[in-house]
């Protein structure tokens, strides 16, 4: 059961007193370690007063208090007489872009949900390079953070830096870094950091890099603790909830023919709704006519939805037409620089996509190639039988590309059809 932040969380008085009690002092003995007055200190138990900072931090010293303990305790001092939210307290920031995540409302929703209900504790969102999983981790921090009011601790490369030493959080952060990155923590103190409050964990790429050290003994023995991971493949741990994001919806088939008749319906789909925002920043004022329409529509089904290329495109209108855009296939296509890197530092949208088909294991990565010979979706015993190899190598082979987002699944009633996504076969290619 999840309990509202303010009701697990004491108010400082209330916090104070039963610090005091559980060390087994008693109002005098605590005034004479601390050099506080008695008076003082029961003006503060009874909330009539609000302590100052170096009141606080002599309570903290005479109380004995250190790590997450102290910190929470001085945080709650300084926050008046009143219930300090867990979440008000300073923490590192979620990764927040300028512009508006689109499309995602449902998975976002879905992973509030789950984590927010204890359904779940850990979600491991997989996907391909560029479908942006780090956009839809930090919105779902963000919620959980603004409706439960749990802290956020961010671990990921070049996401965000450490907590600085006087954040409330700065220890603990540092402590799971050093643990889950390289081991180099005992899991066993972090545990005792944690104790039973709640807070939300978001592991940002760190699975690709490495093998993240004991999160499952945080998940064992921290009940409050909620963990989200993101990597290229998913991430394997007892009670995770795996979730492989796709790229956004695209128009369907007969798009081209109906779409430029129906703009407020062609609009409405997430892939060209994200194209048109992104064109509207690279010429203020654009909006999405009938003459462009049939273009925009072949260019996010060329491009699979896949948000980063998207949004590499709509950059690319700044020296190019949107029509002249959508007739460059798709290897050209992975050639466009990629929107939002730093000034002077190279990269492609298919820079990503062809690194992480070099990281997948042998097997899976034949099975790529071999499944790229193929202009249709097969299902996975036509791709046995078609390519002669056992079930199991092909039903493991095809769990890894799905799960990585190198292979897209079709669920039907009947059956599951696979096909590779444009910018994949382009990438082989």
Same mark, same amino acid.
């Given at each position: %059961? ?26 005098? $003995? ?15 138990? /009874? ?5 100052? *900072? ?28 009143? #219930? ?5 307290? #300073?923490?590192?920031?979620? #990764? ?14 879905? %992973? ?17 390079? +560029? ?13 959980? /953070? ?12 070049? $996401?965000?830096?450490?907590?600085? &030493?006087?954040?409330?959080?700065? #220890?603990?952060?540092?402590? =799971? ?26 592991? !940002? ?8 050290? +004991? ?18 493949? &998913? ?9 492989? =994001? ?29 194209? @048109? ?6 010429? &203020? +004022? ?17 491009? !699979? ?22 007739? *460059? ?7 466009? &620089? ?24 042998? @097997? ?21 039988? $078609?390519?002669?190899?056992? %079930? ?38």
């Amino acid at each position: %059961m999840v309990h509202s932040a303010e009701a697990e969380t004491p108010s400082f008085p209330e916090l104070l007193r039963f610090k005091r009690v559980q060390a087994g002092l008693t109002q005098r $003995t605590l005034a004479d370690l601390s050099t506080i007055s008695p008076r003082t200190i029961r003006a503060l138990e /009874s909330g009539r007063v609000n302590a100052r *900072m170096q009141t606080v931090r002599l309570l903290a010293d005479a109380l004995g208090l250190d790590g997450l303990a102290r910190e929470l305790f001085v945080t709650a001092g300084l926050g008046g007489g009143g #219930p300090v939210p867990v979440g008000a307290e #300073p923490c590192p920031a979620v #990764p927040r872009s300028v512009n508006a995540l689109l499309g995602r409302d449902v998975e976002v929703r879905s %992973m509030v949900s789950a984590l927010e209900s204890d359904h779940r504790r850990m979600i491991s969102l997989s996907g391909l390079a +560029g479908v942006g999983k780090s956009r839809v981790a930090a919105e779902t921090a963000a919620r959980l /953070s603004s409706r439960r009011g749990w802290p956020v601790l961010w671990i990921g490369s070049g $996401t965000t830096a450490p907590a600085g &030493p006087g954040t409330a959080f700065g #220890p603990l952060l540092r402590s =799971l870094r050093l643990l889950v990155e390289s081991g180099a923590q005992d899991v066993s103190a972090v545990c005792r950091l944690i104790g039973r409050h709640e807070l939300l964990l978001v592991l !940002d790429g760190v699975a690709d890099a490495r093998d993240p050290v +004991g999160v499952e003994e945080l998940l064992a023995y921290c009940p409050g603790v909620r963990v989200v991971s993101t990597s290229r493949a &998913p991430w394997t741990v007892a009670g995770v909830q795996g979730t492989v =994001l796709a790229p956004l919806a695209v128009p369907g088939p007969d798009g081209e023919r109906t779409g430029a008749g129906s703009l407020d319906v062609l609009t409405a789909v997430p892939s060209v709704r994200l194209l @048109v925002d992104r064109l509207a920043e690279v010429r &203020p +004022g654009f909006v999405l006519g009938r003459a462009d329409a049939v273009a925009a529509v072949r260019l996010c089904r060329t491009l !699979d939805g896949l948000p980063a290329a998207l949004e590499a495109a709509a950059a690319g209108c700044g020296v190019l037409s949107l029509r002249r855009l959508a007739d *460059m296939p798709a290897a050209e296509l992975l050639e466009l &620089p990629a929107a939002g890197r730093p000034v002077g530092v190279p990269g492609t949208i298919g820079c990503p996509i062809r690194s992480g088909v070099e990281r997948l294991d042998p @097997v899976p990565r034949k099975l790529l190639g071999e499944l790229a010979g193929f202009e249709t979706a097969l299902t996975a015993c036509e791709a046995a039988e $078609t390519l002669r190899l056992p %079930m199991n190598q092909v039903v493991g082979g095809l769990g890894a590309l799905t799960g990585g987002g190198f292979v897209r699944a079709a669920h039907g009633e009947a059956e599951t059809r696979l096909h590779l996504p444009n910018l994949v076969r382009a990438a082989l290619g």
